[in-house]
């Protein structure tokens, strides 16, 4: 069984718009990450064949159009996340009092519900989103996931659209792009 890569402090950092990220090599998951993915590339996490893009995703007509699902996970997707950054107490307050066409119930989404749009097949600098997909708006940088650091207490798990979906440590004192999501049971980590 593969394991999904991720990266983490090695050697350096890199600077991405002002924003420090830690990042320069790539190791097995981080310890203490909490929700971190199982390889991804072409199998979905329940070991199913991943569906292409125009079977995957379905605009909803329910949401005004402005929110995606993924047949894949169950999830519902803002169709074009906020394009501004966030700290991520700000980010999990957007979520959760955000109206994507006329529907509330929105929250931050967990790392491997985050990590399930990422398709590492897609070379930097991405975003690495599968080819065909609806999204709007999606940047190459780093999206907020609801994983707080267990050994670290002044952050939170983030997911790299630019990178490949790499697991980056970001503290919540930093600003990142938020990414909504509504549906799945994961309450525990918010």
């Known amino acids: 069984m593969k394991r999904r890569r ?3 402090v090695t050697m350096g950092a890199l600077v991405l718009g002002g924003l420090l990220v830690a990042g320069c090599g790539s190791a097995d998951a981080p310890a203490g990450a909490q929700g971190v993915p199982a390889d991804l590339s072409g199998v979905t996490q329940n070991g199913k064949k991943s569906l292409p893009a125009a079977q995957r995703f379905v605009i909803l007509p329910a949401f005004n159009n402005d929110a995606v699902l993924d047949k894949e996970t169950g999830l519902v997707w803002e169709k074009s996340p906020q394009t501004t950054s966030a700290r991520w107490s700000v980010a999990r307050r957007t979520c959760i009092e955000k109206n994507v066409g006329g529907q509330k119930g929105w929250r931050l989404p967990s790392m491997p519900e985050l990590s399930s749009l990422v398709d590492p097949s897609v070379a930097p600098p991405g975003p690495t989103l599968p080819p065909g997909h609806p999204f709007l708006a999606v940047q190459s940088n780093v999206y907020w996931t609801a994983a707080k650091v267990a050994e670290d207490p002044s952050g939170a798990w983030g997911v790299h659209f630019g990178l ?3 697991a980056t ?3 919540w ?5 938020v ?3 509504r549906g799945g049971m994961e309450g525990d980590q918010h």
């Open 6 to 8: 991720f990266l983490t």
């Open 164 to 166: 490949g979906g790499g």
């Open 169 to 171: 440590f970001i503290n």
């Open 173 to 177: 004192a930093h600003s990142i792009q």
């Open 179 to 181: 990414w909504c999501v």
